[in-house]
């Protein structure tokens, strides 16, 4: 696409988009003026919304993007932008992750400015990873980008929310108001525990009970139920009405405790610090339920932990400060494990000593093992989700099998890494059985139809794909390993998909002229290779027919 000259994009359906922007103007007018002859009510509100839902298709109507040999130009109904190509570091995809199953990821394309800016385009978007139409803009714009420009990167890079150039703003803001919550939970514990001790202590008020104290004793009154109305939901309150509105015209209960009582039951009141606590009938109690302090401590910590799980996110977006903004971060979930580890004793002792954690020995010891324990999770966290580079594994084999990119004619050419004489055991015992690794081809060839894949196998027979983790090579298509040359091996980009695993690595792989992608766990990706650099005949011939039978998992 060396011959582009300018690429525009425009919205589509945009009649459609004028028309529901006229008609919510249309909308908007009318409730205001109803809104103005017979007074706000719900008139101004509703067209207060259509307003901004007619903003908002006018906005996306008005929208467009035009590329020639001089930059990019943006138009939107605020504002007019255009970069020049020499002020454009990059073009990106930038990928909107949807939360619903129902609604799919959007794709926008973004520019990378010099000055470490980054500027999103209105156009052109697309809800499908596969819309010619949005690729063959992309590939135009990055046409234009090499021409007029000079582009940092050779791929497309695509960044979404599990990528290093995702921002964290979002997550710390998460974390900042789980700790205030969890803050403002711990700040009433010890005013509940004080009026839990003072419900407990309090005595029936007496005659010669002072007025000034009958806020801290219990009065009894007596009543009788003329009806009750019970809801069905939790979010309602459901309410006991008295006869002749004595000692008050009702009382707001749960819906169990209005179905408790019926229209005619003589009950009993307990009134503590003006708010009655119990209704005591013939058959039924009913209990005012007030937070206690260890369901308030309970609050706190669950907030306090919910909080982990975000600032783990802003930890390891901090920790990969460095990494291309394409490649993909290491998943939090091991913090979120040892916070669920952490809940196990640190629920149970909020609740059970919500105000005694620094004076009980036994809280104290209880604390201090727990601590111990989610020390032991969290440093087991932190390694487990280090970044692990290529470089780091070349002891492993890779940086013998990255030497076949010298290698050319027939495909294959592989260069022989010398192994010691532990490796060279391993191998001869990896040859007769068959070992089922994880790993995919992210592209659909002939051993790879429609990307079926789940497992390679290797050892006992030629290395094949299978749809199975074994046992047996059911369903295995061979790999031509005489075909494949290893280009390089790197880490997961935001463009190699969702469905690879933040951990594994890719190998790029050229299969006869077609790059094509391999993912795996670096460990298994490196023995992989391995076996794609070693001679297959000698591989064949040191394995005896009689002992290539077996199967190991």
């Not at 921002?167 to 009433?188: D, I, K, M, N, V």
């Not at 059985?433 to 002939?446: M, W």
């Not at 795996?520 to 005949?537: F, G, V």
């Amino acid at each position: 696409m060396t011959d582009v000259r300018e690429v525009s994009c425009r919205p589509p359906g945009k009649r459609v988009l004028l028309f529901l922007a006229a008609l919510s103007a249309a909308g908007a007018g009318a409730a205001l003026v109803r809104a103005a002859y017979r007074g706000p009510g719900g008139w101004l509100g509703g067209g207060l919304l259509l307003g901004l839902l007619g903003f908002a298709a006018l906005h996306k109507a008005t929208a467009r993007v035009r590329a020639d040999s001089y930059g990019v130009h943006s138009w939107t109904l605020l504002r007019r932008r255009s970069v020049s190509w020499g002020d454009i570091a990059d073009l990106r995809v930038r990928l909107k992750y949807a939360n619903t199953p129902r609604v799919q990821d959007t794709r926008g394309v973004s520019l990378l400015l010099r000055d470490g800016r980054e500027l999103l385009l209105p156009l052109p978007r697309s809800r499908s990873y596969d819309d010619p139409d949005f690729d063959a803009k992309l590939n135009a714009f990055r046409a234009l980008h090499r021409l007029h420009g000079t582009p940092e990167s050779d791929h497309v890079p695509v960044v979404s929310y599990r990528t290093a150039g995702r921002g964290w703003a979002g997550s710390l803001a998460l974390c900042l108001l789980l700790l205030g919550g969890a803050g403002l939970a711990a700040w009433f514990v010890p005013n509940a525990a004080s009026g839990e001790r003072a419900w407990r202590s309090a005595t029936p008020c007496t005659a010669g009970t002072p007025a000034a104290e009958r806020d801290e004793c219990l009065t009894t009154l007596t009543a009788v139920i003329a009806r009750t109305d019970a809801t069905w939901s939790r979010s309602k309150s459901s309410w006991l009405y008295f006869v002749d509105g004595r000692p008050l015209d009702r009382l707001a209960v749960s819906s169990d405790g209005a179905r408790m009582f019926e229209p005619g039951d003589s009950v009993e009141l307990t009134v503590w610090r003006g708010e009655v606590r119990e209704v005591v009938g013939e058959r039924h109690v009913f209990r005012l339920h007030v937070p206690a302090s260890g369901e308030l401590a309970v609050v706190a910590a669950v907030c306090l932990l919910a909080a982990g799980y975000p600032g783990a996110r802003v930890l390891l977006r901090l920790r990969g400060r460095r990494l291309p903004d394409d490649e993909v971060l290491p998943s939090a979930l091991p913090f979120a494990g040892a916070l669920v580890g952490t809940a196990l004793w640190l629920l149970p002792l909020s609740y059970l000593h919500p105000t005694t954690l620094l004076t009980d020995p036994v809280a104290i010891t209880w604390a201090a093992a727990g601590s111990t324990a989610t020390a032991a999770f969290l440093v087991w966290a932190w390694r487990t989700t280090r970044v692990r580079t290529p470089g780091e594994i070349a002891a492993t084999g890779v940086t013998g099998v990255m030497g076949v990119m010298g290698a050319t004619g027939g495909g294959g050419g592989f260069a022989e890494k010398e192994t010691d004489e532990k490796e060279t055991d391993e191998t001869e015992t990896d040859a007769e059985y068959d070992v089922f690794l994880a790993a995919r081809f992210l592209e659909s060839t002939d051993y790879n139809p429609y990307g079926f894949g789940t497992h390679v196998v290797l050892g006992g027979g030629p290395l094949a794909v299978t749809p199975h983790p074994g046992p047996g090579r059911f369903a295995a298509k061979p790999v031509p390993v005489e075909r494949l040359v290893v280009k390089e091996v790197r880490r997961v980009r935001g463009g190699d998909g969702d469905t690879v695993p933040s951990g594994w690595h890719i190998a790029e792989l050229d299969d006869a002229g077609t790059p094509v992608r391999l993912a795996a766990a670096p460990d298994d990706l490196t023995r992989i290779l391995r076996e794609l650099a070693s001679d297959p005949l000698r591989r064949e011939a040191r394995v005896s027919p009689s002992r290539r039978g077996g199967t190991r998992r």
